[in-house]
């Protein structure tokens, strides 16, 4: 069973097969185990259970095969996967050591620590995309940044300068969001333990170090409980949508110069039209602009997802999950047409920049 953002015949304009696995059941279902096999090997560590169960769990998660209906029917009935995900798990270990598993964790924090273990591969690949991509506008300013073009103010022909003004104005900003990717990780990719209510109080005393050791065992942060504080999701939601924001521009820009009557840009393909067989639509850069538009209005709804009441949110959360593998996705395959797009450019020289 594999899961699948909407319209699956869409995402190949607006997906990205990559980024999107990242969000599959699989990959949720393995994170969730190396969570819960991690958690085990802390808790041994701390003398809550002992080694021989811990030991067990880590045998069990390295081979578990889930019941997806089961689980399925388990998420309809209890908003959440964990329970039955739980149930389940338990049942493999055996009876023997199945106590041990999950002991003294709540749902949110095996859903929560999944989510960051696979933000941490999607972190790992925009950052190589945008590197790709600062790279590659710099070769396209090397090769025609001597180009004259016209600029233009308020859609109106201003005054003559070069194609490398035109791309210092998309470098600049992605140059600023990678610093920004930078900083944002260490924030953002870090453990979520906090027990039913967030206090750890289910561990005996033994939550930092329970937390310490999960954290160090996973190659994460470590943070104290974050349960209902959702402002981590909601900047790496900003920084998706600034990103793409400025990706749109760089695509509002290239429609814009590639239209018949400017011509200072020319693409080595575009995409067909079924009525009008002269066309040659610059695809890429208008699929820019949807991806910026989309994320932008995205925002907002996940913010909204910022607003738990109390201690969690059952509707708070299942809106994040709804909103931000969307955000995500996007944001990857943004990226992605942006290297293609700026891969088969080139500058032409303005007739109007030279009178």
Known sequence: MTQTLPFPVLQALVGDEEVGAFFSNEAELSAMLRVEAALAEAEAKAGLIGEEAARRIAEVCESFQADWTKLAEGLARDGVIVPDFVKQLRGAVGESHGKSVHLGATSQDIIDTALVLRLKGVIEVLGHRLDTLIQSLDGLK????????????????ALSFTA?????????????????????????????????????????GHGDAVADAMAEILGLGLAPSWHSQRDRIGEFGAFLSLLTGTLGKIGQDIALMAQNEVGEIRLASGGGSSAMPHKSNPVPAEVLVTLARFNAGMLGTLHQALVHENERSGAAWTLEWMVLPQMVVSSAAALSRAQGLIASMSFVPSKAAEK
């Open 142 to 157: 090397r090769r025609d940044g001597s180009a004259r073009l016209m600029a233009h103010t308020r859609m109106q022909q």
């Open 164 to 204: 490398a003004d035109k791309i210092d104005t998309w470098i600049q900003p992605l140059e600023r969001h990678r610093e920004a990717l930078q900083a944002l990780a260490p924030r953002l990719l870090v453990l979520q333990l906090g027990g039913p209510i967030g206090t750890r109080g289910e561990l005996k």
